[in-house]
């Protein structure tokens, strides 16, 4: 454990006063960091780091850093802290698909069927173009064919040549 803590210092040391002082307004070297405390067993940490990201970073940066924060908290933190993270940027911006798919990946990959479904029931529920929205339908059914039966699959099939004929009344 000497020998972890050691490095831990030297690699706080590394960070603190060479990277994040030279290349404070970069990305990825929050981002990296974030994920070298959380490997580290120091989650409370990466969190504190998460506020002292946003304020070094241009406005801009903050929503993919606040992502990478949420995965974060999928993989080495607590889920329903990443969950909440994602749900508060997608209510900021509710058209970025990029971050609906990272989200749904790590639902899925929770193996929690139910929030899954749910979480797709509302990206389907969605106002977006016509091309998003099908990005979203496929999502659905590729996930119904691992997860679901028939009956779920059809209808998710429904669901979308309903969208398609609300689409054709408009």
Same mark, same amino acid.
């Given at each position: 454990s000497g020998i972890n803590a050691e490095y831990g210092q030297?690699?706080?040391e590394v960070y603190s006063s060479v990277l994040l002082k030279k290349h404070k307004r970069s990305r990825?070297?929050?981002?990296? $960091?974030?994920?070298?405390?959380a490997s580290q067993d120091r989650i409370q940490e990466a969190r504190e780091l998460?506020?002292?990201?946003?304020?070094?970073? @241009?406005?801009?940066?903050? *929503?993919?850093? *606040?992502?990478?924060?949420?995965?974060?908290? $999928?993989?080495?933190?607590? @889920?329903? /802290?990443?969950?909440?993270?994602?749900?508060? *940027?997608?209510?900021? $911006?509710p058209h970025r698909l990029?971050?609906?798919s990272?989200?749904?990946d790590k639902t899925i990959a929770l193996n929690d069927t139910?929030?899954? /479904?749910?979480?797709?029931? /509302?990206?389907?529920?969605?106002?977006? @173009?016509?091309?998003?929205?099908?990005?979203?339908?496929? /999502? $659905? *059914?590729?996930?119904?064919?691992?997860?679901?039966?028939?009956k779920s699959l059809d209808t998710i099939r429904i669901k979308a040549q309903e969208y398609l004929n609300h689409k054709d009344d408009e």
């Amino acid at each position: 454990s000497g020998i972890n803590a050691e490095y831990g210092q030297e690699l706080d040391e590394v960070y603190s006063s060479v990277l994040l002082k030279k290349h404070k307004r970069s990305r990825k070297v929050w981002c990296s $960091y974030c994920t070298v405390l959380a490997s580290q067993d120091r989650i409370q940490e990466a969190r504190e780091l998460l506020a002292k990201a946003l304020k070094s970073l @241009p406005k801009h940066k903050h *929503i993919r850093t *606040i992502s990478h924060f949420a995965q974060t908290e $999928y993989k080495m933190g607590d @889920p329903n /802290r990443g969950s909440t993270m994602f749900e508060n *940027i997608l209510n900021s $911006y509710p058209h970025r698909l990029d971050l609906w798919s990272v989200y749904l990946d790590k639902t899925i990959a929770l193996n929690d069927t139910h929030q899954s /479904r749910l979480l797709l029931d /509302r990206m389907v529920g969605l106002k977006l @173009p016509i091309k998003k929205m099908k990005f979203f339908f496929k /999502r $659905y *059914i590729d996930f119904e064919m691992v997860h679901g039966d028939e009956k779920s699959l059809d209808t998710i099939r429904i669901k979308a040549q309903e969208y398609l004929n609300h689409k054709d009344d408009e």
